[in-house]
């Protein structure tokens, strides 16, 4: 058994729970690519039979690569498990996310989910939301401008996101633009009815109230924080 490494061990950790002709909702990031693989394994050599659904297209083509079968959101009215990584976790079991893909179908799939488990390492644990990374705000590309005057009156400041190469701004897969705003102090919940209402944010990376449960990957074990 080749030694697995915190991220590795926390996802085939969840692969584990996936029962039989469950439809699982598939995750965006590294840590989500190594549960595909894991639950791709255990549902070739247990004949599981499940369903997936992606957040992303990236997953999408990552989970048919590795045989799993992938079908549209819109096919859907309910699935027993999102599986996904996130940027920050606070004790309360907020999350942070959105460094990575779209977060308009990862928090549509996350809060559509039975049960919504969270994979991270000890790199995620945080006090507070905002800690380390900025918080993503999706926005309808015509009112960027608008949305960050509102946010800077709310103490925010921040920019548009630029894309990997770094010569243009950064488009969603729904062509939305992110803006990654800090705050001076986040009140999560706070922020969360602020985003929430603010005319032309399509969605944000804090996710209250979203996760079952959290596994944190160790070097020798999981550890399991239920909400
Ligand atoms: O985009 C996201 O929210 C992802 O969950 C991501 O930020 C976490 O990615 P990682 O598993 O590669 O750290």
Redesign the pocket.
């Known amino acids: 058994q080749n030694i697995m490494n915190p991220?590795q061990r926390v996802a085939v950790h969840a692969a584990n729970l996936v029962e039989a002709d469950m439809i699982v909702g598939l995750?965006?990031?590294?840590?989500?690519n190594l549960f595909i693989e894991a639950l791709a394994k255990r549902n070739r050599n247990e004949h599981l039979k499940v369903t997936t659904v992606s957040s992303s297209a990236i997953s999408a083509v990552k989970a048919k690569e590795a045989g799993l079968p992938v079908v549209s959101i819109d096919s859907l009215d309910y699935l027993d498990m999102y599986v996904?990584?996130?940027?920050e976790v606070t004790p309360d079991l907020t999350l942070l996310?959105?460094?990575?893909?779209d977060?308009v179908r990862?928090k549509l799939l996350a809060s559509a989910a039975d049960q919504f488990y969270v994979?991270v390492d000890e790199s995620?644990l945080v006090e507070h939301i905002g800690q380390n990374f900025p918080v993503p705000v999706e926005v309808l590309p015509e009112a960027w401008k608008l949305v960050l005057a509102q946010l800077k009156q709310h103490g925010g400041v921040g920019e548009l996101r630029m894309n990997a190469a770094g010569d243009n701004v950064a488009f969603t897969a729904h062509g939305s633009l992110v803006l990654d705003m800090s705050f001076e102090h986040i009140d999560s919940l706070e922020l969360t009815m602020l985003l929430d209402t603010i005319a032309g944010v399509v969605e944000h990376?804090i996710f209250s109230d979203l996760a079952s449960a959290v596994f944190i990957g160790g070097e020798q074990e999981v550890e399991e924080h239920w909400r």
């Not at 996310?97 to 893909?101: D, L």
């Open positions: 991220k995750g965006t990031g590294s840590t989500a996904d990584g996130a940027d996310k959105g460094r990575g893909q977060l990862e994979l995620k990376g």
